[in-house]
């Protein structure tokens, strides 16, 4: 009895160290885990196949959490490469300021060194830090200030997001004067080009008639010669500088109605109802025509905030483009489309069969006074444009000639 109490104490004392060994190197193989120490390995295969297997796989386990850090190492070596010389400038702080993330791009356009806070910025210009704290999440603003006589115009835009439970907020900027400065001179150049053209399209023939009323009037020695066929060319002279004058007056006026779009008057609208008001005032031009008018909106009830006075005359001026496009087409069709596009923003597509246009002309359909029609005005679309962007939205063209023409206006 004696004996095989030792025996069976000394076999509970080698359970006891087998187990304290196994949960020892368990504990180990968690810890590793726990503190990301993927570098330990386990050592009880000797103790038999099952513990052989068992070791195997918890091995194989860490190499595979260390296969896992060092492609997350890398990721984030990559991302922080990127973050650090990509174009625009970010910077990242909580609701305290404290400035967690600021690139390189953010420090040459900024002219300044790492901040630990956005309050530093208030050196830099007055009132940016307040802009940044207060910049709205998916809003953008601009920011203009004078850096050392050198004119700067920021746009940013902000975001937020949690991390390690803090709220963070992730502005994006960069300098859009030199962008705006070069949109400008095109604007000018191509305005100062119609503006040219026009004057002297005028002013050349009324200098040439005035010319020649000086000359009838004063023939040869300065004596005044004149006669009924004299009077009358005087008087064709005359109406014609007069008729060449109230056109100038007129293309004045034209350009001032584009330089003057009223203020939106934002309203809820009923998108069905705006089109069944368009299609009734484009009945005078239907008339006669046998054209196949069509109106989808989907959905059904389709609702979207807008000037509806204006909205409508957006539309009603290119349903009358596409009536005037479809004079020499068999089968015209009409078609007025509104939707819910996949970024969500409410689009319309006014689309004709007519006979299109071409390459070389879409580009310069919304130039103010451009037109290719010989009694058009060439203000039309140019409005439309200004009109639709007033309402913070955009409007383009596509055409295939003879086929399809489609407008596509997006709020």
Known sequence: MIALFLILSYEVYQLIKFIDITNHEIVKFLQGINFSDFSQTTSISKFGKSFSELSDEMNKVMNKFKQTRTEKEESIKYLQTVVEHVGIGLITFNNKGDVQLFNKTAKKILKTIPIKNIS?????????????????????????????GEKIQLLAYGTEFIMKSQNLKLVAFYNIQPELEE??????????????????????????????????????????????????????????????????????????????????????????????????????SLSGLKINFVISVEPKYLEIVADPDLLEQVILNLVKNSIHSLSSTQNPEIKLIAFINDRGRTTFNIIDNGKGISDDIIEKIFIPFFSTKTDGSGIGLSISQSIIRAHGGSIWANSIPDKETVFTITI
Do not use: C
């Open 120 to 148: 530093a910025l208030e050196k830099f210009s007055p009132g940016f830090d307040k802009f940044l704290y207060n910049l709205n999440p998916g809003e953008k603003n601009t920011f203009k200030f004078v850096d050392k």
């Open 183 to 284: 949109n400008e001179i095109e604007a000018w150049q191509k305005l100062i080009r119609v503006l040219t053209h026009e004057i002297m399209n005028s002013i050349t023939p009324i200098s040439s008639l005035a010319s020649t009323v000086n000359h009838i009037l004063k023939k040869s020695d300065d004596h005044f010669l004149v006669n009924n066929e004299s009077v009358e060319d005087i008087t064709q002279a005359i109406s014609t500088i007069q008729k060449r004058s109230e056109g100038l007056i007129n293309f004045v006026n034209k350009y001032r109605d584009i330089s003057k779009i009223p203020k939106p008057n934002f309203q809820k609208i009923i998108v069905s109802e705006l089109f069944y008001r368009i299609r009734l005032l484009a009945d005078n």
